[in-house]
């Protein structure tokens, strides 16, 4: 048996899966699922399988290092191990990486290359947050074991079915052909929601928002299936309101901050991405669960601010897709804080949207009302089985076989 493993490289912390491939070269059984986080401070490791001891393992991965060089080979070397003990004679055929950031070129799933990683690089300005962690999982891994086959799959691909008139931003043209354009990202979590809404809602939506709602965050309007607009741009700035991260503002904010108040460009940066949202506003947590424990004022402030921006950016995509027929939630947050899914149908009333609190307590598949006319859901979000099923497509069947 073969199997394809799926890596998702971040600055602390990496997701990992393994899947089985079928005799037709497609992603099967999800046979382990991990995450291995903090790993700044006290790396700790979650695993879906039963076997393996997750604290010795994270620490048998974690011992010469918690950097992408020593990780990615680290984990790739005990899946294989593991796999081979549960099924003797299978081994990996392919690894699957998540890359942020495509741009212009890359609108779908490639194999991995030295000239295609030092094409990525240069979009590294646009995703600093994640592009050089990705890459250099990818890296590593090439270095500890080359004759791995590797694909890239983007979290930017998905939305480059938005018409060109969402993609533009009002600039010079010479800027717009030069690829500084909306991009949008969580791709790949909403490719996953477009799959599967089909069985969740019983039938596809035609005109369906999905809301990823996590460590970042952001909305995206799907007809069809496909990205018709979302709230990011050219970078994960943009939209809507994050853990640590600003979302939508004023480019007059920066330039005061820069040409104003004397502060350098590196200070900014920091501040935008690492030191807003949520812990910006809240001034204690960037963390939804500890907000809402809270009784400070900041703390409801802050997530008052974070449902507001939401609720803001449904009108608008309800707006470019003529209409909303279902909602979904997805993400950390989303999946997992009734309360936010509750007060942010609160305040989408007047779209007719009536919330099942029975359901949205439970946690879990459909949560509207039968009195809603929009139908609204939780929906698992599953980047890593996308990833499998992008490797398996740019590979040829005799390859994975």
């Given at each position: ?47 879906s ?30 899946l ?33 290359s ?49 018409p ?62 496909e ?9 994960a ?5 994050m ?17 104003d ?13 690492r ?9 204690m ?6 907000l ?48 936010i ?24 598949g459909?949560?509207s009302?039968?009195n ?24 040829s ?5």
């Open positions: 048996m073969k199997a394809v493993a799926t890596f998702n490289t971040g600055s602390s912390s990496v997701k990992f899966a393994l899947f089985t491939l079928t005799e037709n070269g497609a992603p099967g059984e999800a046979l382990l699922r991990g995450n291995l986080a903090d790993l700044h401070g006290t790396p700790g490791l979650k695993l399988a039963a076997g393996p001891d997750p604290a010795e393992l994270c620490n048998r991965l974690t011992r010469h290092g918690t950097d992408a060089v020593h990780l990615i080979p680290a984990i790739a070397r005990w294989s191990e593991w796999l081979a003990s549960i099924r003797p004679g299978s081994e990996i055929a392919v690894a699957g990486h998540r890359i942020v950031h495509g741009g212009l070129h890359y609108t779908g799933p490639v194999r991995a030295p000239k295609v990683l030092e094409h990525l690089d240069r979009l590294a300005p646009f995703a600093p947050s994640h592009q050089p962690h990705n890459l250099a999982g990818v890296r590593a891994l090439a270095g500890a074991m080359p004759d791995l086959d590797q694909t890239l799959s983007f979290d930017t691909a998905f939305h480059r079915t938005a060109h008139i969402a993609q533009l931003y009002a600039l010079p043209r010479s800027l717009s052909r030069e690829g500084i354009i909306r991009y949008g990202f969580h791709g790949l979590s909403f490719a996953h929601v477009a799959r599967i809404a089909g069985e969740v809602f019983g039938a596809r939506p035609e005109r369906l928002i999905a809301l990823h709602l996590g460590s970042g965050a952001s909305a995206c309007g799907l007809r069809n299936g990205s018709v607009a979302t709230s990011m741009g050219l970078t700035l943009d939209g809507l309101m853990a640590t991260r600003c979302g939508d503002l004023d480019p007059g904010v920066v330039l005061h901050l820069i040409q108040r004397g502060l350098p460009p590196g200070e900014v940066a920091e501040m935008l991405y030191k807003s949202g949520l812990l910006g506003v809240s001034g947590s960037a963390d939804m669960r500890t809402l424990d809270s009784d400070a004022p900041e703390a409801h402030e802050a997530v008052d601010l974070y449902v507001y921006r939401i609720t803001r950016e449904v009108g608008a995509l309800a707006a470019a897709l003529g209409g909303v027929d279902a909602l979904v939630f997805t993400g950390g947050v989303g999946e997992n804080a009734a309360a899914r509750d007060k942010v149908c609160a305040a989408l009333g007047w779209l007719g949207l009536d919330l099942d609190t029975a359901r949205n307590a439970e946690g879990s459909l949560i009302s039968g809603s006319s929009i139908t609204a859901a939780i929906i698992p979000a599953d980047e890593e089985i996308v990833i499998a099923e992008e490797a398996a497509d740019v590979l069947p005799s390859n994975l076989r």
